[in-house]
């Protein structure tokens, strides 16, 4: 199965253990990544341009490369709400720049960070982390460690080829997914091919659950020793 994208953006920085990659997509509405998104294989797309970044690294970067981070960047013009007083220049770009504050996951490292961000100081205004007063990240930091971007990235590669054999063997059953109080069909420009309706018997949705992130790393630390077992 060969799949074909762009990246919109890598940069890569050196740290003491290595070159770290940092994967960016940029889009025009907000979005976010969470673990049971990742873990349902509804977006997987951040994780495989990484994957990729990684395997060329060499090509990209010069050097083997380490995972840093994998962010969605809201191109946007945002709107600065006041009470009335007008900020200064000084304010004024700080609240744009946590407006755009971009959104994802970055490994669990202080130095990465500060590669990222080198006037963090609490709550970082360009990236999901907050560093406490001792310069360690805090519990409020959206963060993996070096084994768990390792994970994702096995499950991600697992997830894809699953979806590319269900599609040479056939599968095409209307099976639209609710996660909590979304519909995959909210956002679906296939509706007028679908003509899926609860109405109709035998239509019904494919439900998710939300899983705590606890569960998903055992389960996807169990699929990764079964792996290496067979």
Known sequence: MTLAGRIDRIDAAEGESGVYLRVID?????????????????????????????????TLA??????????????????VKTDGRVPDQ?????????????????????????????????????VPVHIKKDGEIGARSAVLTSEQFELLRHYMRYQL?????????GVVEISPYRLGAFRSCQHCSFKPVC??????????????????????????AGQGEDDKNE
């Open 26 to 58: 940029y889009k025009s509405a907000r979005m976010t990544i969470r673990l049971c998104d990742i873990y349902h294989g509804l977006k997987l797309q951040l994780l495989a341009y990484l994957d990729v970044a990684l395997e060329h690294a060499l």
């Open 62 to 79: 010069g050097a083997e490369g380490l995972p840093g981070a994998v962010l969605y960047f809201r191109l946007d013009d945002p709107f």
């Open 90 to 126: 000084a304010e004024l770009k700080k609240r744009i720049l946590r407006e755009l504050r971009m959104t994802g996951l970055i490994l669990a490292d202080p130095e990465v960070v500060r590669l990222m961000d080198g006037e963090v100081e609490g709550d970082s205004d360009l």
């Open 161 to 169: 080829a699953s979806a590319g054999s269900e599609i040479m063997d």
């Open 195 to 220: 003509q899926f309706d609860l109405l109709v018997e035998g239509n019904e949705y494919r439900l998710l659950h939300q899983e705590r992130d606890g569960v998903i790393w055992s389960r996807l």
